[in-house]
């Protein structure tokens, strides 16, 4: 199970880094601590420069992992007016989950079998109940959002070169997977219900806001831990729907 977590895996070490790469963009590294002890770490990962200062980290590529991605769905989320940081750790959390290939077409790390299209999840949806139906709707959500955020090119071609379904299927099915996981008992056990909810509500906005970040993000130079993390994933993923 996909859960926002992200945020609260960050430390002493990660607020010392981002003071000093802000520094570097011309804060005041005092200003910045007495923040921190004022409002937290939210007020150095909210701040409107962290995104920038770590692309411009000579090391960026040694940046560790779920820092970089948060910072920079976050600033994403943002510029969209998504002011929610549930949905920004969520989100992220997709998006570090999802960045090996083994599990973005799995509901679960552990569970064997492969969806690699989301009607084979409705279908598999409406034969299932309990914990794994469960697992199936949210997944339905995870994998659209992370297919229309971060893929968008490769579903315009897709619509281009054989009549594919467009951006317009994969809101709907997102916000449909995300809906159904909200009124599943187990996200209200979970305490997950409302982070669904908000994502089916506000499904178009992160889509738009991952688009966001896709094009920011995932391919400058030098290359960004996001960049190279997803190496993992592309060759295999276009080589699957090229021959689709």
Not at 47 to 57: D, F, G, M, Q
Not at 199 to 212: C, D, G, P, W
């Given at each position: 199970?996909?859960?926002?977590?992200?945020?609260?895996?960050?430390?002493?070490?990660?607020?010392?880094?981002?003071?000093?790469?802000l520094?570097?963009?011309?804060?005041?590294?005092?200003?910045?601590?007495?923040?921190?002890?004022?409002?937290?770490?939210?007020?150095?990962?909210d701040?409107?420069?962290?995104?920038?200062?770590?692309?411009?980290?000579?090391?960026?590529?040694?940046?560790?992992?779920?820092?970089?991605?948060?910072?920079?769905?976050?600033?994403?989320?943002?510029?969209?007016?998504?002011?929610?940081?549930?949905?920004a750790?969520?989100v992220t959390?997709?998006?570090?989950?999802?960045?090996?290939?083994?599990r973005?077409?799995?509901?679960?790390?552990?569970?064997?079998r492969e969806?690699?299209?989301?009607?084979?999840?409705?279908?598999?949806?409406?034969?299932?109940?309990?914990?794994?139906?469960?697992?199936?709707?949210?997944?339905?959500?995870?994998?659209?959002?992370?297919?229309?955020?971060?893929?968008?090119?490769?579903?315009?071609?897709?619509?281009?070169?054989?009549?594919?379904?467009?951006?317009?299927?994969?809101?709907?099915?997102?916000?449909?997977?995300?809906?159904?996981?909200?009124?599943?008992?187990?996200?209200?056990?979970?305490?997950?219900?409302?982070?669904?909810?908000?994502?089916?509500?506000?499904?178009?906005s992160?889509?738009?806001?991952?688009?966001?970040?896709?094009?920011?993000?995932?391919?400058?130079?030098p290359?960004?831990?996001?960049?190279?993390?997803?190496?993992?994933?592309?060759?295999?993923?276009?080589?699957?729907?090229?021959?689709?």
């Amino acid at each position: 199970m996909i859960l926002p977590d992200v945020r609260t895996s960050f430390g002493r070490d990660d607020a010392a880094r981002l003071v000093q790469l802000l520094a570097r963009e011309g804060e005041d590294p005092g200003h910045l601590e007495a923040l921190v002890a004022e409002r937290g770490i939210d007020a150095l990962l909210d701040h409107p420069k962290a995104a920038r200062s770590l692309v411009r980290e000579p090391g960026v590529s040694r940046l560790p992992l779920a820092l970089f991605s948060y910072v920079a769905l976050r600033r994403s989320l943002l510029d969209g007016g998504v002011e929610s940081r549930l949905l920004a750790d969520y989100v992220t959390s997709i998006f570090l989950h999802f960045a090996s290939e083994a599990r973005v077409h799995r509901i679960a790390e552990h569970d064997d079998r492969e969806y690699h299209y989301l009607v084979d999840l409705v279908e598999a949806i409406a034969d299932s109940d309990g914990r794994h139906g469960f697992l199936l709707r949210a997944h339905l959500g995870n994998f659209a959002l992370w297919l229309s955020g971060l893929f968008p090119d490769w579903i315009g071609h897709r619509v281009q070169r054989k009549g594919g379904p467009d951006l317009g299927y994969y809101e709907a099915m997102g916000q449909t997977g995300f809906q159904l996981a909200a009124d599943d008992p187990f996200a209200r056990r979970q305490q997950l219900d409302g982070c669904y909810r908000d994502a089916a509500r506000t499904f178009s906005s992160l889509r738009v806001a991952m688009n966001r970040f896709s094009d920011r993000f995932l391919t400058p130079r030098p290359a960004s831990p996001v960049d190279r993390v997803l190496r993992q994933v592309v060759d295999e993923f276009e080589a699957h729907w090229l021959q689709a």
